[in-house]
């Protein structure tokens, strides 16, 4: 059933391009138009929302902040994402002009049905991004729109992240679209990256050896560190979140601009650190906060575009990844991440498909 992968998690990372097409395809048609069949919303309806929140736990969570971004950026409406267990308690501002979305593999998490339940009960709109069919929370959302990424059996979750970052996208353009925010030139450039991305994910895919070789200079760490900034810090987070439920390294993610205001004191002689460095538009101050840690004796591994090799002069490993825009980078990025987590966990002999103390769906608050 494994498919002769040694492990799920290993079989989810290397279904991740035919799952990235299968939750693509229906929505596309050859004239570049999506159709969200499922989802209702109208033109009235996206003019009306002033608010949208986007409300998820772990790394949905973590898919949740590119629809953040892609939202704010194209749909011009303040987004606001938060995990679930924080967004209940924090008397959030929520009415009939708001949108809450709610990213959930499962369509179970108990802290993410209750932001949902409690959505509705101040009267929101409210949409569902989920893998289960028939779910709870598939079932209560006034929409529910499908990521088709099959069965994701292993609890460090690959596939249905890559999934959700893609009906992300669908969403975020679709809704840009309909409100015309986006101009039409914009729209079918970020379709096509889209299209492209199942290839491309097979590109990094062959990466697999070699990123290996980077995962035994890692393995005996105590703490690990991913930097990156903008979207990348998205990314990192969830690249740290991968690991340590896997591998049991310390790991954290920071926004690289923040080093230097606390976290850089723990750097010493030989910490590792991931260093995000995809985004166009803050390559050049992600590479200093690169050249702050290498100056405190970090061994840096990178991940960039591939037309970024000078990366490799401030650093002892880079992990490219195939060119694509800032705001669609995270559907490819995370993969090399995901990779190196697995690589990690197993030369530590980790238990991958079956971390301590974690469960696939957490049903309890
Ligand atoms: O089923 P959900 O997407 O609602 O689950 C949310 C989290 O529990 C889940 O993503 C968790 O963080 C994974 N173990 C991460 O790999």
């Not at 303040?78 to 949108?99: C, H, M, Q, T, W």
């Not at 575009?305 to 990025?333: F, Q, W």
């Given at each position: 059933?494994?498919?002769?992968?040694?492990?799920?998690?290993?079989?989810?990372?290397?279904?991740?391009?035919?799952?990235?097409?299968?939750?693509?395809?229906?929505?596309?048609?050859?004239?570049?138009?999506?159709?969200?069949?499922?989802?209702?919303?109208?033109?009235?309806?996206?003019?009306?929302f002033n608010q949208v929140y986007i409300i998820a736990c772990g790394t949905a969570y973590h898919a949740g902040l590119l629809g953040k971004s892609l939202?704010?950026?194209?749909?011009?409406?303040?987004?606001?994402?938060?995990?679930?267990?924080?967004?209940?308690?924090?008397?959030?501002?929520?009415?009939?002009?708001?949108?809450m979305i709610v990213v959930s593999q499962s369509?179970?998490?108990?802290?993410?049905?209750?932001?949902?339940?409690?959505?509705?009960e101040r009267g929101a709109r409210t949409l569902a991004v989920t893998n289960v069919v028939g779910s709870t929370i598939s079932r209560e959302a006034d929409d529910v729109f499908y990521t088709w990424a099959g069965p994701e059996?292993?609890?460090?979750?690959t596939k249905a992240y890559t999934t959700q970052l893609v009906s992300l996208a669908l969403i975020a353009l679709d809704m840009a679209n309909k409100k015309g925010t986006i101009s039409k030139e914009k729209f079918n450039e970020l379709i096509e990256e889209l299209r492209a991305t199942p290839a491309?994910?097979?590109?990094?895919?062959?990466?697999?050896?070699?990123?290996?070789?980077?995962?035994?200079?890692?393995?005996?760490?105590?703490?690990?560190?991913?930097?990156?900034?903008?979207?990348?810090?998205?990314?990192?987070?969830?690249?740290?979140?991968?690991?340590?439920?896997?591998?049991?390294?310390?790991?954290?993610?920071?926004?690289?601009?923040?080093?230097?205001?606390?976290?850089?004191?723990l750097i010493e002689d030989g910490t590792p650190v991931i260093a995000l460095a995809t985004q166009d538009r803050l390559y050049d101050k992600t590479v200093s906060n690169i050249k702050e840690v290498n100056a405190r004796g970090a061994k840096i591994i990178s991940l960039a575009?591939?037309?970024?090799?000078?990366?490799?002069?401030?650093?002892?490993?880079?992990?490219?990844?195939?060119?694509?825009?800032?705001?669609?980078?995270?559907?490819?990025?995370v993969v090399p991440l995901q990779i190196l987590a697995y690589h990690v966990a197993t030369l530590r002999g980790a238990d991958v498909d079956k971390p301590r103390n974690l469960a696939k769906s957490v049903t309890v608050e």
């Open positions: 059933e494994k498919g002769g992968y040694d492990h799920f998690m290993l079989k989810e990372i290397y279904e991740q391009p035919k799952a990235v097409k299968d939750t693509l395809s229906p929505r596309l048609n050859r004239h570049n138009e999506i159709k969200l069949d499922d989802i209702s919303l109208t033109k009235e309806d996206l003019e009306r939202i704010q950026k194209y749909v011009n409406v303040p987004v606001i994402a938060e995990v679930g267990s924080e967004f209940r308690y924090n008397d959030p501002f929520i009415d009939e002009k708001s949108l369509g179970e998490t108990a802290d993410t049905l209750a932001a949902l339940r409690m959505a509705k059996i292993a609890v460090a979750s491309q994910i097979e590109e990094i895919l062959k990466m697999d050896e070699s990123i290996k070789d980077v995962a035994k200079v890692i393995t005996k760490a105590e703490h690990i560190f991913y930097i990156g900034r903008g979207i990348d810090y998205d990314v990192a987070r969830e690249g740290s979140l991968k690991l340590k439920e896997i591998s049991y390294i310390h790991s954290e993610a920071m926004a690289a601009g923040e080093l230097k205001h606390g976290t850089i004191a575009k591939a037309k970024n090799t000078e990366i490799s002069k401030s650093s002892d490993h880079v992990m490219y990844i195939p060119d694509i825009s800032d705001d669609l980078s995270p559907i490819l990025s």
